[in-house]
């Protein structure tokens, strides 16, 4: 039987923008989902939306269109659109993305800009990690923002780290990415440590939307502090003292990771909000004298 004129899979209608963005917007995308995903399928920059509104009258090719249409129809079943782009912006960078990486979320801007307070703007180095770097999008924001810092990234996804290297490739920044289990494969002493680690509790009912990315780079056992309890154990090795740990956490974990920094012996615990006000990253000093490592050399 025929699909019905108005079917997503329908191509015959989209000989032109203006109805190609009609029937995107009747399959219940935004307009401005729509319009990237078309821009996209036309193979022209992202940027152009203004083009569109002065090409509306312009017919797609019969490729073009299947194109076009195959993308909104994987949308309407919930890909995520930065995965149909294949990429994302992050703190001013364009960075490419696809399902063997975590979409990088506008609320980890929080942590680049608390990072960023503590790191001297003035040509001078300081030795920053990041753990669990996933498509790179904290340690390459903080490398653009800080170029004189020496930043180092880790994950435990190879398939991630391949990501993050192609976005430091492309960027053009010299970030240094190995494979490590948190810290068990890193040597040496930094003055900062970032991480935006797994976070949610297994079994959350909010992973249900988030079926499209990776689950090991999401949840992190049945109260979600897994990974963040590691991290907070294992960092104080590699932190000089008076170096700072900084953990992304979930909306209502930071009374909990502030008890886990307090106790293992990290100072002057506080916790920063995101853009909705939530607090998202709480992180702490290793106290200068404490039992961290010397920097050596
Ligand atoms: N902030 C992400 C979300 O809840 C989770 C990211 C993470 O686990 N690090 O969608």
Redesign the pocket.
């Known amino acids: 039987m025929a699909e019905p004129a108005d079917s997503p899979n329908d191509t015959s209608n989209l000989d032109n923008i203006a109805k190609a963005l009609r029937q995107a917007l009747s399959s219940g995308l935004t307009r401005l989902e729509a319009q990237r995903l078309l821009l996209h399928s036309l193979g022209r920059p992202l940027t152009d939306r203004a083009w569109l509104t002065s090409h509306v009258h312009d017919t797609l090719t019969p490729e073009q269109a299947q194109g076009f249409t195959a993308l909104c129809t994987r949308s309407s079943q919930g890909e995520p659109l930065a995965y149909l782009l294949g990429q994302q912006e992050f703190f001013g960078l364009t960075l490419a993305v696809d399902p063997r990486v975590?979409i990088p979320?506008p609320?980890?801007e929080t942590l680049v800009n608390w990072a960023l307070t503590l790191l001297p703007a003035a040509p001078g180095s300081a030795r920053v990690l990041d753990l669990?770097t996933g498509s790179g999008a904290v340690a390459l924001a903080l490398k653009h923002a800080r170029p004189s810092s020496e930043v180092l990234a880790i994950d435990a996804s190879e398939p991630a780290l391949c990501v993050a290297r192609a976005n430091a490739l492309s960027l053009g920044l010299d970030v240094r990415m190995i494979a490590s289990c948190w810290l068990e494969g890193v040597s040496g002493v930094f003055d900062l440590i970032v991480s935006?680690?797994?976070?949610?509790r297994t079994g959350d009912p909010?992973l249900a939307?988030?079926g499209h990315?990776p689950l090991q780079?999401?949840?992190?056992g049945a109260d979600?502090h897994d990974d963040l309890r590691q991290i907070i154990a294992q960092a104080p090795q590699h932190l000089l003292g008076g170096g700072w740990l900084l953990l992304?956490?979930?909306?209502d974990q930071a009374g909990a990771v502030s008890m886990l920094l307090q106790a293992g012996g990290f100072e002057a615990v506080s916790s920063r909000p995101d853009l909705a006000g939530i607090l998202?990253c709480t992180g702490g000093r290793w106290p200068a004298g404490g039992k961290g490592t010397e920097r050596a050399g």
């Open positions: 975590l979320r609320d980890t669990g935006n680690p797994p976070y949610v909010h939307a988030l990315e780079a999401l949840t992190a979600g992304e956490h979930g909306y998202r």
